[in-house]
């Protein structure tokens, strides 16, 4: 029997009867198998020393359950690691921070208890995943879209509380900002509500965040300060129409203005959907008709002679690869934006995109879908990317999966700094990375996704960016042990810029935390 730190067998062996008298012998699980489903299939420290690996696991159906088992865990000296779904791939998966911990698995409690298609918000349990929440509207006909991530199958609670992200409207896909209100498991075994939720026959828990008082709920959030058993999220309204166009541009310098033209669409709530950079003329990034294909298919093929000057381009750029663009009508940059609402008001916003950028760059290229009014038919044919209509799937997960590819990878790590919201910042980033991949020998032995030669970053979240590097898991210990090295090294560069991390997985969270270091 694996036991925690410090814990006998007898000790454990106890703890975990304890804990079979309140969720039924069942629901507590010890055997190799069992505590298979608890590890990271993504870990790069995979039958390794340090690999994080949990001593037991148990899954609680009701918030009293969960109150019983951290009442226990205290007697006992038991460390707890509680997870909704356990899909947080990429950033430790199921596995707990802690080696030895016992896991609390919170999948059964997934019920809906609340969706309100009148003031658009829910009221979920941390087992409550994207698909049960998109499945539960639609049988119920309620005119609500929810803001999904990019595979549908993590819990809304979870992916909000390690700051995850979506794809519709800038204030519904932060989905730590679009919560409203919580009740939280305090590791006393006490039960703790915020916001309106604090006030006993509240009717405004999920439609009035702050309550009176301190707003504690960002407590709960990347941390072990409690267990959060239910959440409440708004939700936007089912627009009548959604319509997305691109902005394109033609020469290296013009990647200013687009970036001034991008933030100041989102940040006046002209252009709310979430924007998606790319560089045609760089092969890099890809618009919502192309993501999943360059996921599944690999990226596009460019001719001998175009990769060639790509190849040759510093930063991302060359004089010839510039006019090698304008005599090939390639844009150099551009960018995606998406619009929600009545059909007249989202043609009128992108009309009005088209007016701004046309002021900074005269020869801007502009180019739109058609303006959807049936999403169902407009995901079935692949028209746009099925997420910015906040329909969820896991086309996407083709990203790092195991399996294919040279060589096969069997999981990924994200890099993820958050760098400024300008041109200067994404040029420095990759000329602060570049250089570290160029110079320092570890960095070069080790995979990498989307790096060279030119990394856009994503824009999910309002007035900054986050660099996003892909590291692939590989089947070769060794060239894992010199990933993680190498992850190691880029956090600390990037920390000497001034860039943290805005989620890692748990081998990397108490380094990433030593970075938010000021006054110690």
Not at 413 to 428: D, H, K, N, R, T
Request: hydrophobic letters at 40%; glycine letters at 8%.
């Amino acid at each position: 029997m694996r036991t925690p730190p410090g814990i006998s067998e007898v000790e454990f062996s106890t703890a975990l009867q304890a804990f079979a008298n309140v969720v039924g012998k069942e629901w507590v699980f010890t055997s190799d198998e069992d505590l298979h489903t608890y590890r990271d299939a993504y870990s790069p420290l995979r039958n390794e020393p340090d690999e994080r690996v949990a001593s037991a696991a148990v899954a609680p159906r009701s918030v009293e359950e969960v109150q019983e088992i951290v009442r226990i865990a205290n007697r006992f000296s038991i460390p707890l690691y509680a997870i909704s779904t356990g899909r947080n791939l990429g950033y430790g998966g199921s596995a707990p921070n802690y080696s030895g911990s016992v896991v609390v698995d919170l999948k059964r409690m997934n019920r809906v208890i609340e969706v309100n298609d009148s003031n658009h918000y829910a009221i979920v349990e941390p087992g409550v995943s994207y698909f049960d929440l998109y499945n539960y509207c639609r049988e119920k006909k309620l005119k609500v879209w929810l803001d999904v991530p990019d595979p549908g199958w993590g819990s809304l609670v979870g992916n909000a509380l390690d700051h995850g992200v979506g794809h519709t409207a800038s204030r519904f896909r932060n989905h730590f900002d679009a919560h409203c209100g919580m009740e939280v498991v305090l590791p006393s075994g006490e039960l703790l509500r915020t916001g309106m939720g604090a006030m006993p026959k509240s009717q405004t828990w999920a439609q009035y965040k702050l309550g009176l008082g301190p707003v504690v709920d960002g407590l709960f959030s990347q941390s072990n300060m409690g267990i959060v058993t239910k959440m409440g999220f708004w939700l936007m309204p089912e627009p009548e129409a959604f319509l997305q166009g691109k902005v394109m541009v033609r020469r290296y310098d013009d990647l200013h203005d687009l970036v001034e033209v991008l933030k100041y669409v989102e940040n006046m709530a002209i252009a709310p959907g979430a924007p998606e950079m790319a560089s045609p003329l760089l092969g890099a990034g890809g618009d919502t008709k192309t993501l999943v294909d360059i996921f599944l298919n690999g990226p596009p093929q460019l001719d001998r002679n175009h990769s060639e000057l790509i190849a040759a381009a510093e930063l991302g750029y060359s004089r010839k690869l510039e006019q090698y663009g304008l005599d090939n009508n390639i844009p150099y940059w551009s960018f995606h934006v998406s619009f929600y609402g009545p059909r007249k008001v989202v043609e009128a916003q992108w009309e009005a995109v088209q007016d701004i950028m046309t002021e900074r760059v005269s020869d801007a290229i502009f180019q739109a879908h058609d303006v959807v009014t049936d999403r169902d038919e407009a995901v079935r044919k692949a028209e746009v990317y099925a997420q910015n209509m906040g329909v969820p799937n896991l086309e996407f997960f083709a990203l790092g999966t195991r399996g294919g590819g040279l060589p096969p990878t069997r999981g990924h790590l994200f890099f993820s700094p958050v760098i400024p919201q300008s041109a200067e910042g994404i040029l420095e980033a990759n000329r602060v990375f570049n250089k570290a991949v160029n110079d320092i020998p570890l960095l070069q032995q080790v995979p990498m996704f989307n790096l060279r030669p030119f990394s856009l970053p994503t824009a999910f979240y309002e007035r900054c960016f986050l660099l996003v590097l892909g590291f692939p898991v590989l089947d070769d210990p060794a060239i894992n042990k010199a990933t993680v090295a190498a992850f190691r090294e880029l956090i600390r560069i990037g920390a000497e810029h001034g860039w943290g991390e805005y989620r890692t997985s748990p081998i990397f969270q108490d380094q990433v935390m030593q970075t938010y270091s000021f006054n110690d």
